[in-house]
T-cell receptor, first 114, second 114 residues
């Protein structure tokens, strides 16, 4: 069965600093992986997704993530944080053998300091 | 193109009552997902409907139920409400089962149980 672990429920960075949000997954087969963002009082919005093409995936708002099979990781990065990046970020895994049921991680809240 | 819509935006009920939440997917999407987002508990998968059938359900008691109508809209019913049912309920839609489709989320219904 697939699962997702997001390391760190809260991450705080200074404006202009590197953003690194960690995600590790467990899946019996190569999974599909997603990062979603949730701004306050809103639903989730897709940032990027990995579906077995290029291992480095670029998303919206300058975010990218790298699929590393050997580490079963799909960490989300952004070179320079902006105040508007403050939100909650969810990593999700979809297992093709599980009928593509999507499992979400617990989420990481990103704080950006001025 | 209209996004996923949910109604009502807010719902206030008392213990023991029933709540009905509604979701309209994006036109052309046949899959509808329901999630519960309680404070501090992340996104918990509730139900997944596709083509009018329940495809999967999360680890929730039977008093959480739902259905999907021929027009692919969906209803979530919560019977015998308990205080801990207070949460944001998110609906998402996707193109359909059988692929790693992105889920598009609605803004949610905030359920408060007094």
């Amino acid at each position: 069965a697939q699962s997702v672990t997001q390391l760190g429920s809260h991450v705080s960075v200074s404006e202009g600093a590197l953003v690194l949000l960690r995600c590790n997954y467990s899946s019996s087969v190569p999974p599909y992986l997603f990062w979603y963002v949730q701004y306050p009082n809103q639903g989730l919005q897709l940032l990027l997704k990995y579906t077995s093409a290029a291992t480095l995936v670029k998303g919206i708002n300058g975010f990218e993530a790298e699929f590393k099979k050997s580490e079963t990781s799909f960490h989300l990065t952004k070179p320079s944080a902006h105040m508007s990046d403050a939100a909650e970020y969810f990593c999700a895994v979809s297992d093709p053998t599980g009928g593509f049921k999507t499992i979400f991680g617990a989420g990481t809240r990103l704080f950006v300091k001025a | 193109e209209a996004g996923v819509t949910q109604s009502p935006t807010h719902l206030i009920k008392t213990r023991g009552q029933q709540a009905t939440l509604r979701c309209s997917p994006i036109s052309g999407h046949t899959s509808v997902y329901w999630y519960q987002q309680a404070l501090g508990l992340g996104l918990q998968f509730l139900l997944w409907y596709d083509e009018g059938e329940e495809r999967n359900r999360g680890n929730f008691p039977p008093r959480f139920s739902g259905r999907q109508f021929p027009n692919y809209s969906s209803e979530l019913n919560v019977n015998a409400l308990e205080l801990e049912d207070s949460a944001l309920y998110l609906c998402a839609s996707s193109l359909g089962a059988g692929g790693p489709d992105e889920q598009f989320f609605g803004p949610g219904t905030r359920l408060t149980v007094l």
